[in-house]
């Protein structure tokens, strides 16, 4: 496999590794010298079924250009799937450096008609599929730092435009991917003594997810044209942010589409009032209303009519 290198020597895990934007980043990453364990269930699109197939052809595909890579088909949603992630990279390679969440999954409804087991299923897998790997590999890492060898570890989570504006027809979705965020942030800061940097990509592109949902956007062009919505169009970030060369860079989140990056700025303190005693339901209406007019306009959900 060719590329810089820039991975060389490094270890890293892709969780929903065997197809879209898992795929993609798993072959990037071998492809730049690290050394990949590929996570797949092998599910649906929608969280049914399970093969050990998927996962099992990207490992293959790596090998087959030289690369090292192995498979790994266990449930990241449990503690023991988690748990044998790390041990994998551990067993095989001898260390872990980089862990990219990236494994879903939609069962897309208005919420009126979102069932229980849609809203559980859906944030188990992404919500609770990031943090029981964060939590496993930051524990080992924890614990090199007690034992002397501090690391220099990266973990990259899957966050989403849904879970930073919304999307219609997408509550549980975006919830989950609202969460991933939040998560992110707080591990960031908890992790930086350990040597452990923490970001989350939004990333837009063309995946079992999104070709149907947003069929027309996602579409490949027929012309030769630049192919925009190429899940691979993602991955150099991921790379890069998974080597040692981003060094410093913590705490963020990053939209990736097409041939741009963002960084994405979130809550911050807008136009304020302060009374300096409590207000009446009357008063605080009023100068709500003068703060709302003095604010930005909030940019609209996805899918909003």
Request: with cysteine.
């Amino acid at each position: 496999m060719t590329g810089t290198g820039i991975c060389a020597g490094r270890v890293a895990v892709v969780t929903g590794a065997g197809r879209g934007l898992g795929r993609a980043h798993a072959l990037a990453l071998a492809a730049e010298g690290a050394a990949v364990v590929v996570n797949d269930l092998g599910v649906a699109p929608d969280g049914a079924g399970a093969s050990a197939g998927p996962a099992q052809q990207v490992a293959d595909e790596i090998r087959a250009h030289g690369g090292r890579a192995v498979a790994h088909t266990g449930d990241i949603t449990t503690t023991d799937g988690a748990a044998s992630l790390v041990t994998t990279a551990l067993d095989t390679y001898g260390r872990l450096d980089a862990l990219i969440n990236n494994a879903g999954f939609l069962r897309d409804r208005m919420l009126v008609n979102l069932d229980e087991d849609d809203w559980d299923a859906v944030v188990r897998v992404h919500l609770k599929g990031h943090f029981l790997p964060l939590r496993h590999a930051a524990a080992h890492w924890r614990a090199e730092t007690k034992a002397g060898r501090t690391p220099d570890a990266r973990i990259i989570n899957t966050g989403s435009g849904a879970g930073l504006l919304g999307s219609v027809g997408q509550g549980n979705y975006s919830a989950a991917k609202a969460g991933i965020i939040g998560l992110t942030l707080v591990a960031a800061a908890e992790m930086a003594r350990y040597g452990v940097q923490i970001n989350a990509i939004a990333p837009a592109a063309r995946t079992r997810m999104t070709e149907q949902t947003f069929a027309t956007t996602m579409a490949a062009p027929t012309d030769g044209k630049f192919d925009a919505m190429a899940p691979e169009n993602v991955s150099p970030l991921v790379v890069w942010l998974a080597s040692p060369g981003s060094a410093g860079v913590t705490g963020r989140v990053f939209e990736a589409e097409a041939g741009r990056i963002t960084v994405m700025e979130g809550w911050r303190p807008g136009p304020t009032a302060d009374k300096g005693d409590r207000w009446t339901p009357a008063e605080a209406g009023e100068t709500t209303r003068k703060l709302l007019a003095a604010a930005e306009v909030p940019q609209p959900v996805y899918g909003a009519r």
